[in-house]
């Protein structure tokens, strides 16, 4: 506990460099995080410096039950991973129904990682509605909606508000204020950038978590499989990453000091 989901109606947001990011930033505050990659991309592990070549993962072995301590990754920034593992397309259809006949199969992993008190886990979904994302977000603390600031976001933001892209059973997740949204790739000196981040900020008010601007360090630390903290520390993005992993931390609910290193006591 306590569980952090990123997910999008749309693809292409930027959900896993958040998450992947936002992981980082926690763990830099003294959390222990483990991330999952929930995508069959299969991409989430790029950003810690896992190589291409290496297919081994967690949701793809799902069927095989696979002890999640087994395949988890101690990363060098110290955040622990969980990758996707390498799947075809058949394979990715295959467990998707897998998951939609026997929803255990994915639930009972996600009850004993949860079971541990002090780790905050992230999640990074595909994008769009998922039978993943549909079982998974009643048991999150936070479902971080990410959307890009252009003409598109303004439109989604309705699909947001209703909840329809989380699938069956979130409304209540809604309605219990756990989902925020976070406007990423905003150019201050861009008028239709600007335009569209104050238009959603307008509409959501506090639920609009913080705002991640558009840099070249982000996609530069991505193709150095490094971490933008860890690369660009002084950039624009680091300190709006940094920011947004204050929001996450005040947005939590209280854990006791003695089970987590105080989530919300500063
Ligand atoms: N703030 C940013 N500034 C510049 N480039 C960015 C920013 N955020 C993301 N990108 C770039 O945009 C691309 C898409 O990002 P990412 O893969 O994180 O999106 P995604 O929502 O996870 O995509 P998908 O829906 O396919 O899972 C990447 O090349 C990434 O480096
Ligand atoms: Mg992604």
Do not use: Y
């Amino acid at each position: 506990m306590p569980l952090i989901i990123f997910a999008s109606p749309k693809g292409g947001v930027g959900k896993t460099t958040m998450a992947a990011n936002i992981a980082d930033a926690l763990r830099r505050n003294g959390r222990r995080v483990l991330v999952i990659d929930f995508d069959p991309q299969n991409t989430l592990r790029l950003h810690f410096g896992v190589p291409l070549s290496d297919g081994a993962g967690f949701l793809a072995n799902l069927p095989k039950r696979p002890d999640w301590r087994n395949v988890a990754r101690q990363t060098a920034s110290g955040v622990m991973l969980l990758p996707h593992g390498a799947i075809d397309i058949r394979g990715a259809l295959g467990l998707s129904s897998a998951i939609e006949r026997d929803p255990e199969l994915l639930a009972a992993p996600m009850r004993a990682i949860l079971a541990d008190p002090g780790l905050v886990v992230i999640a990074d979904t595909p994008p769009g509605p998922s039978h993943a994302l549909n079982l998974l977000a009643p048991m999150a603390s936070l479902v971080i909606a990410v959307l890009l600031a252009d003409a598109t976001s303004a439109a989604l933001v309705p699909e947001i508000d209703n909840g329809r892209f989380l699938g069956q059973g979130t409304m209540a997740a809604l309605f219990a204020g756990r989902l925020r949204v976070l406007l990423n790739g905003v150019d201050p000196n861009a008028r239709l950038s600007r335009a569209a981040a104050e238009t959603v900020a307008r509409h959501l008010g506090p639920r609009l978590l913080g705002a991640v601007a558009r840099e070249e360090a982000v996609a530069e630390a991505l193709a150095a499989q490094r971490l933008i903290l860890d690369i660009s520390p002084n950039s624009q993005a680091a300190e709006d990453l940094r920011e947004v992993a204050r929001g996450i931390e005040a947005a939590m609910p209280a854990v006791p000091d003695t089970l987590q290193q105080g989530w919300g006591a500063r």
